[in-house]
């Protein structure tokens, strides 16, 4: 993969350093992916792309978004850290 940057928090790093999280409303990370597109609108439609047609999914997309759902593009080494670490302590609330 050539050395492709994209600013993270202000810092350029490597494509290849990154990946996007999938959060829940209360911020902990319930899962991740490799990023294969970098907008975060097909990022979304990747995540759910078990989803067929696309206007179903857009409508799963969207109601994720409105109860505070987040897929954000992030450094990998600090997602991997925050997977291993704890459970989400905030499960009981959902």
């Not at 994209?6 to 209360?26: F, K, N």
């Not at 597109?37 to 109601?63: C, L, T």
Request: charged fraction near 30%; proline fraction near 9%; charge should be negative.
């Amino acid at each position: 993969m050539p050395n492709i940057l994209i600013e993270i928090e202000g810092v350029p790093r490597p494509v290849r350093e990154l990946s996007w999280a999938y959060r829940l409303p209360c911020g902990c990370i319930q899962g991740c992916m490799l990023p294969d597109v970098f907008e975060e609108e097909a990022a979304w439609h990747q995540w759910f792309e078990e989803i067929g047609r696309k206007r179903e999914r857009s409508r799963e997309i969207n109601k994720q978004r409105a109860t505070g759902y987040t897929l954000t593009l992030e450094v990998r080494k600090a997602i991997t850290a925050e997977i291993v670490g704890p459970p989400c302590p905030h499960k009981e609330d959902r």
